[in-house]
Nanobody
Framework: DVQLQASGGGLVQAGGSLRLSCAAS????????IGWFRQVPGKEREGVSC????????FYHDSVKGRFTVSSDNAKNTVYLQMNNLKPEDTAVYYC????????????????WGQGTLVTVSS
């Protein structure tokens, strides 16, 4: 069975850092792109950052460029999202996702989703 296990969320003050992890299993890791999406109540799930495992190509939402870094550890089938200089507007439930063709600009049609992890940034 495909599993995406997200972890690392929590409560942090503005300006602080968190690192999210997404551990994947049940599929050929190198054949997929892995992404981080986030959602707040009443809004659509939005793509934050994605990485192609095969060639390392990355994508970042404009709002997180320069603050967030996505990376992968292929030996561990795990993708990380290092989040620095966090802002209150980053508060959301963060989900990891996997798809062979992952359009980080939309959450529609994604093959696999993990459970969310809550990130709360206090001002």
């Amino acid at each position: 069975d495909v599993q995406l296990q997200a972890s690392g969320g929590g409560l942090v003050q503005a300006g602080g850092s968190l690192r999210l992890s997404c551990a994947a299993s049940g599929f050929t890791f190198g054949d997929y792109s892995i992404g981080w999406f986030r959602q707040v109540p009443g809004k659509e799930r939005e793509g934050v950052s994605c990485i192609s495992i095969s060639d390392g190509t990355t994508f970042y939402h404009d709002s997180v460029k320069g603050r967030f870094t996505v990376s992968s550890d292929n030996a561990k089938n795990t993708v990380y999202l290092q989040m620095n200089n966090l802002k209150p507007e980053d508060t959301a439930v963060y989900y990891c996702a996997a798809d062979k063709v992952l359009w980080c600009t939309t959450s529609r049609g994604v093959d696999y989703w993990g459970q969310g992890t809550l990130v709360t940034v206090s001002s």
